[in-house]
């Protein structure tokens, strides 16, 4: 795939890069070993000094790189501007807590006397240099999330970044050059996937994240476990979204159809299978489906836009031969189902509601990344769960019940990395995200991000003589 900037709402290639050579990638991997070094030792302060001063930049760049965002993979651009906010807003969060989150931890000398020691404690040391390879779905959050706790907490980054969003990602490694990092503490490689399995396996790299398909997560994590370093995957999602009698309908028909579409539908969070109670089955059906076809599908660039095109050409025929398989075997579309007439060029799909999805049907198993929902109707709670966790992924879910103990039983029953009562799944810095299943493993964000690539250490100190 080349490395090019491409305007999914016309087609348009506005501007190529050249990939980096032999001798360019060897420069930034010795530059990175180098900056890791010095910025290992650095305090927690001087790290947030320069955290908070990216944030700083970032806020006041917040059009501008809105704007490319919108640009290079077509979200509506409130949501681009949204999605800078929430950069900030991470960045301040671990500028601000990281210290505290890595603190020495002592141990209760009553649980370690047996051991020897005099005095023991645990410590959060930086691992090294971390590769990470990113998505153009949310080009800046998804990078800013592994990056600023890495960099608080003492390691190194390498961004290979999607193709598609070349200059969004060179201007994350300005951004934090600009903030005072040291030279080689973040870089962007404008490399190709191919360039990648050689990166990962370079003694210099220490560790890597990936948030992307499953088909990707896989090879890395093959590469990766072939010379034993860290990985946090972040993969694929088909969220559930389950509607019980005591819902309120008008709120989760609503908050369903944004849940369903943010970023024209390209999110692993975003809901796809909307499990319905039968008792409320036709109320929510007529409010979801009136709401996803009042939607506004046009250009992302316009204020009033709802819904924007598609990331690429292969992306929407992705999506049609999904939902094209499911009518053809029976499924319903009681709204969408093809390309908008009013839109002959860009890569735009209509928001889609397909009733009478069976399990014989593609889309039953695969994600739908697109702003396309199913809808099943269920007799029960046991029926829903079951509905629910029908799937090889297991990211988040949703559940609107106002019944505490139909809330507890989700929480012990649904297979994911969240759920979320009466509201729609979002990552948040002071929540952790990840999934299970086949939707990957460890996690992003809140305490348990920033520990992910650290060498938590046992200090042990015997007796004094």
Same mark, same amino acid.
């Given at each position: ?113 047996? %051991? ?40 190194? #980054? ?35 996937? #191919? ?50 009698? %005591? ?50 599908? #046009? ?17 929407? %025929? ?30 735009? &799909? ?46 988040? %879910? ?62 042990? &100190?015997?007796?004094?003589?």
């Amino acid at each position: 795939m080349a490395i090019a900037t491409v305007n999914p709402a016309t087609g348009e290639t506005l501007k190529t890069f050249d990939a980096l050579n032999a001798g360019e990638l060897e420069d930034r991997l010795v530059l990175a070993e180098r900056a890791f070094q010095e910025h290992r030792t650095t305090s927690f302060a001087h790290r947030a000094e320069l955290l908070h001063k990216a944030a700083e930049l970032l806020e006041a760049d917040q059009e501008s790189i809105a704007r490319t965002m919108t640009t290079e993979m077509g979200k509506p651009l409130a949501a681009a501007r949204a999605e800078a906010a929430k950069c900030v807003k991470a960045m301040r969060w671990y500028a601000t807590r990281a210290e505290e989150l890595l603190a020495d931890e002592a141990p209760d000398p009553a649980d370690v006397r047996d %051991s020897g020691a005099a005095r023991a404690l645990v410590r959060y040391r930086p691992l090294g240099t971390v590769l990470a390879v990113m998505p153009w779905n949310f080009p800046l959050w998804q990078v800013v999330r592994f990056a600023a706790p890495a960099l608080m907490a003492g390691n190194t #980054g390498l961004l290979k970044h999607a193709s598609n969003v070349p200059q969004t990602a060179l201007y994350l490694e300005e951004l934090f050059r600009r903030a005072g990092f040291p030279r080689g503490c973040f870089q962007t490689l404008l490399i190709g996937s #191919g360039a990648v399995e050689d990166v990962l396996r370079d003694p210099r790299i220490a560790a890597a994240t990936l948030t992307g398909s499953e088909p990707a997560g896989r090879s890395v994590a093959a590469i990766a476990g072939d010379e034993v370093k860290k990985t946090v995957l972040e993969l694929g999602g088909s969220d559930p979204y389950l509607v019980l009698p %005591s819902a309120d309908l008008d709120k989760a028909a609503a908050t369903g159809v944004r849940a369903r579409v943010q970023n024209n539908g390209q999110s692993c969070i975003a809901a796809k299978r909307f499990i319905v109670h039968t008792d409320v089955y036709d109320a929510f059906a007529e409010r979801f489906t009136a709401g996803m076809a009042a939607l506004t599908v #046009g250009d992302p660039m316009d204020e009033g836009t709802d819904v924007g095109p598609l990331v690429s050409e292969q992306g929407r %025929s992705d999506l049609e031969e999904l939902v094209d398989d499911a009518v053809h075997r029976g499924a319903r579309a009681m709204c969408g189902g093809r390309r908008p007439p009013r839109h002959p060029a860009g890569w735009f &799909y209509e928001p889609t509601v397909l009733t009478g999805v069976t399990p014989g049907m593609r889309i039953h198993h695969e994600e739908a990344f697109g702003p396309v929902a199913t809808l099943y109707r269920v007799a029960d709670l046991d029926e829903a769960v079951a509905v629910a966790n029908d799937s090889p992924f297991g990211l988040s %879910s949703n559940a609107w019940t106002r019944d505490a103990a139909e809330q507890e039983r989700l929480v012990r029953d649904l297979q994911a990395g969240g759920v979320f009562f009466n509201g729609m799944t979002a990552s948040h810095p002071g929540l952790p995200f990840g999934g299970a299943k086949r939707s990957g493993y460890g996690r992003e964000l809140s305490g348990h991000g920033i520990r992910e690539f650290c060498n938590i250490t046992t200090v042990w &100190y015997g007796p004094q003589d």
